[in-house]
């Protein structure tokens, strides 16, 4: 059995939660952070997309949480409207999880540190912009030739030149970052690592594989601490559009995981970022540490059931089934899904016997929506979070609570109130789960899937007396 890895830092911004504790406040007091689509989105009132279905009528979005003030992170230059701003959302993200650890940014000394990042680069203003100039404007000079078939070439060069002088100016250093090892060796730059930095994209388990990886380099020995990150950037009509292909979308105003009304889900935005240290080294610094990470999993799942990855995420540490009261849950909205996770959650924990132990399940996306890519790091802040403040906390309550979910001779309950986390052996330690797997195929364009991608991240309480 591998030792933990300890979290000394975290940062997050998500709809409506600039910080850790606006974060946290949301939860408990199961507020809903999800708005009407505004004009980023570029939804088209009351139209349906491509595969004739309807866009959400909700998101949880940014908005001005997603700008971030160049200065302050001594960017040589103005931010201008064809820069990839992903890249500045997500510096100020590690800027503030490495702050959180009371670790010095722009540090003279280099730190022994290594950077692993969850990001898919989507069409935002820096690619866009450089497809503007490029492929876009030669397709638009070819639609006005044909319209024009005898307009003068001076005239046609006149026409290029005024719709090239209407876009953003490019630039090449824009351009760059906006490819993805580029972007992530900016950011270890900017925090003074010196060791591996990468990108990666598991799709909704990303978060997962980051801190797998961030994982992986501390007990190699290769990184003294390790920068896990994970982000989702604004939505707009475009992504959502190839989204719409793969799952369905919710109707309703607002997301309440297993719900009997299940529709489909709500997508989200944001990012977290975790500091990681190995625990002894953790302890000798005396850091404050928010949770141990025991294992990780992630791997193909039949049928789309999590039971087996949730099983061997708590074999790899060798921990007992019982021995975790808390789920944090995957609970996107989308029925099929929940039922799967709900049944997988049962069969393990199985029937509630008179003083036996109960788990509790729940899940953030009813506050901020499905932040895709970041979904399992929200799920990961908030579990971290519980074990800190010894809470398991609320969840958005449904109206209608899933059937399945209020089967009371099941050890498994949801977390509808806040409760004391309480165990009944003091040298028990607190533990948690956050499940993710990705979406089940809503089948629009004739794509069959049997099988499923799943993770799990198992937690752990640092003990009271060495905090």
């Known amino acids: 059995m591998e030792s933990p890895i300890a979290i000394v830092g975290m940062s997050c911004r998500f709809a409506g939660c600039p910080s850790l504790t606006a974060f946290w406040d949301a939860i408990m007091s199961r507020r809903s952070m999800l708005t009407v689509p505004g004009a980023a989105a570029e939804i088209p009132p009351g139209q349906k997309n491509l595969f004739d279905r309807p866009y959400p009528v909700r998101l949880g979005q940014l908005g001005d949480l997603y700008a971030c003030v160049s200065s302050m992170q001594h960017f040589p230059r103005q931010v201008n409207a064809g820069e990839n701003q992903d890249l500045y959302f997500a510096t100020q993200l590690a800027f503030d999880a490495l702050t959180d650890a009371s670790i010095r940014v722009h540090s003279r000394d280099p730190i022994r540190g290594s950077v692993r990042l969850g990001y898919a680069p989507p069409f935002n203003a820096s690619t866009l912009n450089w497809l503007q100039h490029t492929a876009y404007l030669d397709q638009t000079m070819e639609i006005l030739r044909r319209f024009l078939p005898n307009a003068p070439e001076e005239y046609m060069d006149e026409m290029r030149t005024k719709l090239k002088e209407s876009l953003p100016e490019p630039n090449a250093a824009s351009f760059l970052l906006g490819s993805g090892y580029r972007f992530v060796s900016w950011i270890a730059r900017e925090c003074s690592f010196w060791g591996t930095a990468e990108i990666a994209d598991a799709g909704l388990l990303t978060g997962a594989a980051t801190v797998m990886d961030a994982m992986a380099d501390l007990r190699s020995g290769k990184s003294d601490v390790a920068l896990a990150g994970t982000v989702t950037a604004p939505l707009n009509r475009s992504y959502l559009e190839g989204l719409s292909a793969e799952v369905e979308f919710s109707m309703r105003p607002g997301l309440a995981p297993f719900s009997e009304d299940a529709s489909g889900t709500i997508p989200g935005e944001g990012g977290a970022f975790f500091v990681l240290k190995r625990r002894e080294d953790a302890l000798k610094a005396r850091d404050r540490i928010y949770a141990l990470i025991r294992s990780v999993e992630i791997g193909h799942t039949p049928d789309h059931m999590p039971q087996r990855i949730l099983s061997a ?5 060798d921990a007992p089934v019982p021995s975790v009261g808390l789920v944090e849950a995957d609970g996107c909205g989308i029925r099929d899904m929940e039922l799967r996770e ?43 979070l519980a074990l800190r403040k010894r809470v398991l906390p609320p969840q958005v309550a449904p109206e209608h609570p899933s059937e399945r979910m209020a089967n009371l001779a099941s050890s498994a309950y949801l977390l509808t109130e806040a409760r004391p986390w309480i165990v009944g052996d003091r040298s028990q330690a607190r533990r948690a789960v956050v499940l993710g797997s990705n979406f089940i195929p809503c089948n629009p364009i004739g794509v069959a899937s049997r099988s499923g991608r799943a993770a799990a991240i198992l937690l752990e309480e640092e003990p009271e007396d060495s905090r």
Do not use: E, F, Y
């Open 313 to 317: 995420a708590l074999d790899a540490a």
């Open 342 to 384: 709900i049944d997988a959650i049962q069969r393990l924990w199985g029937d509630h016997r008179p003083g036996g132990a109960l788990v509790g399940v729940g899940s953030v996306k009813g506050n901020i929506g499905h932040t895709l890519r970041t979904g399992m790091a929200a799920g990961l802040v908030k579990a971290a």
